[in-house]
């Protein structure tokens, strides 16, 4: 038996080139020591194919070629035959002990997959026999006609892992190369907005510097003028988007949770004052709430406002950039209120915006410009301010207005933030491939929701952010048969508590939740404070029912992640159990 139908290399069948050549001239002992490698290199996601030879009570034998076979150790309840060929994925491999999980097409009768490809006129291929016994592991028809017509939709994408576009499309997905990288990106927990958004925050100082060594200073203040233009003259109403009625169900109870988690995850160790005080312990004194200031722009803005803006610099960053901006031509009245804390961080950078938009003799920066743009005070500032806009406050989850305009802004400031970038000569950079991501991340996620409804929540957390997606249970081809039954899957991905599952099961008032956590600390954190979510919904008329679990092992390990989630729904397939295989047996 070739090696070449045995492996199988990041989820695709390894043919031609690829085929692990085993010479003739080779002795028996050469040829069974490349093999043993070659076992011993197997990467997990990739395939491992034998026939059954033996069996001896839960002890089998498998015949990788006539010369060289494996023992495993197997579920006494696991049937098998004499001569079956089994399929099974790696899922670690330490050289010695080769973990393996049977395949689904184990199950799947061989002479059914081949007598549906002779219905449909197609040669019995590794390709075509992979291709058929995906659409059965995916519970999808393998009549004449699905067959053919999944075999054009591969054609149309060569290269491509033929099994995300058979998931695609048992989802309801549409199929572009773009949305099918988006599709494994989501698979392999590659997809946060967040993870995106701090890349995107990071990538702009280095796209100035890289103009300034360039020669191109006039380019430069440009660039920082441009992006300055787009994250401080939009408003966060400036977009009306029509409602999901699914997540404000849904997002009204787990908004409650997030409250929650907000208020109290971080209350133990204290990290919040850490993080704001992380250069000293000399932050502003502010005033008293609520009372008026007046910058040196004539703009007034209540100092309740401006409290949390301010602590966005330590006393001594606020100090530093004051000097910097004296330095510039800056009136001295102005640069006071800027050491007190009276001047909010947007309006700062709607003032270096102004100062970049002054006409420079000969297009030469001036030096005391240019190290106010090269500060950390600056990219500080410029960061908060982005985040602000791109990350949204767990207590607004429940308003799909404030969502879907938080989206409609991402992709609107993307957008012109890639023009930007491109005007700049800089559109094959870090940046602006990362920009990319998000646009088509953004895409992707709208044309999920025309059949899932699912969002991510890019979450504004007290002192810091955390990842988290909302699935709810319910596909839209389906709503005509809703009754009244509500379920949600939050994931949460935060700092102090670690991967967090929050599922909400609601019928009527009653409201039942159960959640998974990977550690028992902040199992028991949760536990402490369930109490207050329990008060907040009975207020609103709710009964809730809380469940407690630790993530399994296995769980964690394997990452499962939303899309996951969504794959399990509408899909009844069984899954044998794991089998591990000594190797030097």
Not at 29 to 54: D, F
Not at 438 to 452: A, E
């Amino acid at each position: 038996m070739n090696l070449g139908n045995i492996l199988k290399k990041d989820s695709r069948t390894v043919r031609g080139t690829e085929n692990v050549k085993v010479s003739d001239s080779m002795t028996k002992g050469e040829r069974l020591y490349k093999l043993q490698n070659e076992i011993r290199n197997l990467k997990p996601g990739q395939t491992l194919q034998g026939t059954v030879v033996g069996r001896n009570g839960n002890t089998v034998q498998i015949a990788l070629t006539q010369e060289f076979s494996i023992n495993a150790k197997i579920d006494q309840n696991i049937q098998l035959t004499l001569g079956q060929l089994m399929s099974f994925e790696i899922k670690t491999n330490n050289g010695s002990l080769l973990s393996l999980s049977p395949l689904y097409t184990n199950t799947a009768n061989v002479e059914t997959i081949l007598r549906a490809l002779s219905a449909a006129g197609l040669q019995e291929t590794a390709g075509n026999i992979e291709m058929v016994a995906a659409m059965m592991e995916e519970g999808m028809p393998i009549d004449r006609e699905s067959i053919l017509n999944m075999s054009r939709q591969l054609l149309e994408f060569p290269g491509q892992d033929p099994t995300s576009v058979i998931q695609m499309t048992r989802l309801g997905l549409p199929i572009t190369e773009a949305d099918i990288r988006q599709f494994e990106m989501y698979k392999n927990l590659n997809y946060q907005l967040l993870d995106s958004a701090e890349t995107i925050m990071d990538e702009l100082p280095k796209v100035f510097a890289e103009l300034i060594s360039e020669g191109n200073p006039q380019e430069a203040h440009i660039f920082y003028q441009n992006v300055l233009d787009i994250f401080t003259s939009m408003g966060e109403d400036n977009v009306l988007v029509q409602a999901d009625i699914e997540l404000q169900n849904a997002g009204q109870t787990v908004a409650e949770m997030e409250l929650l988690l907000q208020n109290k995850v971080n209350e133990p160790a204290g990290t919040e004052q850490s993080v704001i005080q992380q250069e000293g312990s000399d932050q502003i004194q502010q005033p008293a709430s609520g009372s008026e200031v007046i910058n040196g722009n004539g703009v007034s803005f209540t100092q309740e406002d401006n409290v949390a803006e301010t602590s966005v610099l330590t006393n001594r960053q606020w100090n530093s950039l004051a000097d910097m901006l004296k330095e510039m031509g800056i009136e001295s009245t102005l640069t006071e209120q800027i050491r007190n804390g009276e001047v909010s961080p947007r309006e700062l950078l709607n003032l270096i915006k102004d100062f970049l938009g002054k006409d420079k003799a000969g297009g030469i920066m001036p030096p005391e410009l240019e190290q106010v743009l090269n500060s950390r005070e600056f990219h500080t500032l410029l960061k908060s301010e982005i985040e602000k806009q791109w990350l949204i406050e767990p207590k607004n989850v429940a308003d799909p207005d404030k969502v879907e305009k938080l989206y409609e802004r991402i992709r609107q400031q993307s957008a012109k933030l890639m023009e930007t970038l491109q005007t700049a000569d800089k559109g094959n950079t870090s940046a602006a491939r990362t920009v990319q991501n998000l646009q088509n991340n953004v895409d992707f996620m709208n044309k999920m929701n025309q059949v899932f409804t699912y969002i991510q929540l890019p979450l504004k957390m007290t002192g810091s952010k955390a990842h988290g997606d909302l699935y709810v249970y319910t596909n839209k081809k389906s709503l005509a048969k809703k009754d009244g039954n509500v379920s949600a899957l939050l994931h949460l991905d935060m700092e102090h508590l670690g991967p967090l599952d929050v599922y909400v099961a609601m019928q009527n008032q009653k409201v039942s939740t159960n959640f998974t956590l990977s550690d028992e600390s902040a199992l028991d954190l949760i536990e402490q404070h369930i109490g207050l979510l329990d008060e907040r919904l009975a207020k609103r008329g709710y009964d809730l029912k809380a469940q407690f679990q630790i993530r399994e092992t296995e769980d964690v390990k394997d990452g499962k992640g939303i899309m996951q989630t969504i794959l399990k729904q509408d899909k009844n397939i069984s899954v044998l159990s794991r089998t591990s295989f000594d190797m030097r047996a």
